[in-house]
């Protein structure tokens, strides 16, 4: 059976509060790590008010500290939005305070408008949109100032040695993430390990896993490929069911696709009054097609196709059920059941 892991962006319900989404959150993670998924991974988003997954790093620490033997990582912390030294300093004390459960997955998109991107790149006056462009170098940074020796940093004529952390021990596995070539590209020729944002684009995987397994370098961290597969998924005793439940998600989905204001995520009977045009059904239909929905065994069946097609040992869910009218606003029940059907 193909191994299951989790994907969260802390969703925000229009019934919730902030501190309702993340109690929900902390409740999955006990749900995933109770069930034997291999990794649970917050999302970076600014701005948004359907999603509370502002802050990986305080996120991983609240799941890991809530958790025993479940990974713990950033899908992805948005490296241009921060300075590299940050990064490593969070991640080498998380790694630290659980060692052998964290990791740091890296991604070059903002996660957010204009607005904000600007605002968290320019608002402390140290960093600029040429972050991007020095991602490769932003990488390397990251990756040398958790190894042991750090990293040599030349000021004013003299080279000072920055550390994340005094005496680690370990230090994260460290994945590119991506929804294009570049990072397949960038993480092949450093010898990392990949993954493709197969749950937000739905195109391109396989040209992407297959660029990043034939031009892959082997590092000394990494002797060959490792990549897995990530898919938005929503399953309920019926199928009937769970396609009412992913419908929340796919509204959330279509105002983000149609450049509409956001807003948060409605309940299953709010979001059955919306009544779509043509073309937005359509659209709906269409992301639907890419999305795993269903009952338990032909959910499954999904999963472990999409798996053999693409090649992977290794598939990352984001739980996309929404809620019912009179759910706890501090629970999910119904993406503990999309985990729960799918560990069968």
Same mark, same amino acid.
């Given at each position: ?53 502002? =802050? ?27 300075? /590299?030294? !940050? ?33 968290? *790149?320019?608002?402390?006056? &140290? ?13 390397? =940074? !990251? ?10 940093? %030349? ?16 230090? /994260? ?11 397949? *590209? ?39 490929? *490792? ?32 450049? %509409? ?36 065994? &032909?959910? %499954? ?31 999910? /029940? ?9 560990? &069968?």
């Amino acid at each position: 059976m193909t191994t299951l892991s989790v994907l969260d962006l802390v969703p925000v319900r229009s019934d919730q509060t902030s501190g309702d989404a993340v109690r929900a959150t902390l409740d999955l993670a006990r749900c995933a790590d109770e069930l034997g998924y291999r990794r649970f991974w917050v999302a970076e988003h600014h701005n948004m008010p359907a999603v509370a997954a502002t =802050n990986p790093p305080v996120l991983i620490a609240m799941i890991a500290g809530a958790t025993r033997t479940i990974r713990v990582g950033s899908g992805g912390v948005m490296l241009p939005n921060h300075a /590299p030294l !940050v990064v490593a300093e969070q991640f080498a004390l998380l790694e630290a305070a659980h060692p052998g459960r964290i990791d740091l997955g890296i991604g070059r998109a903002p996660g957010t408008d204009q607005v904000t991107t600007w605002a968290l *790149r320019h608002g402390a006056g &140290g960093v600029s949109d040429d972050n991007v462009t020095h991602f490769p170098e932003y990488v390397d =940074n !990251v990756l040398a100032m958790m190894d042991a020796d750090g990293v040599g940093v %030349r000021v004013q004529g003299r080279t000072h040695v920055l550390h994340a952390t005094p005496r680690a021990s370990s230090v /994260p596995t460290i994945w590119l993430l991506g929804s294009s070539d570049y990072s397949a *590209r960038l993480a092949a020729e450093k010898g990392m390990p990949y993954v493709f944002a197969h749950h937000f684009s739905g195109q391109g995987t396989a040209e992407a896993l297959e660029l990043y397994r034939s031009t892959f370098k082997p590092s000394p961290e990494l002797a060959e490929p *490792r990549t897995f597969l990530t898919v938005n998924a929503c399953v309920a005793e019926t199928e009937e069911e769970a396609r009412r439940l992913a419908l929340p998600q796919l509204l959330t989905m279509l105002a983000l696709r149609s450049g %509409r204001p956001l807003e948060a995520q409605a309940l299953v009977e709010e979001a059955e009054k919306r009544e779509l045009t043509t073309d937005e059904q359509h659209l709906v239909d269409a992301m639907a097609q890419r999305w795993v929905i269903g009952d338990p065994a &032909g959910a %499954r069946s999904q999963l472990e196709a999409l798996a053999a097609a693409y090649g992977v040992d290794e598939v990352m869910v984001n739980p996309v059920a929404g809620a019912w009218v009179g759910t706890e606003p501090g629970s999910a /029940p119904a993406r503990q059941q999309t985990l729960r059907l799918l560990a &069968g």
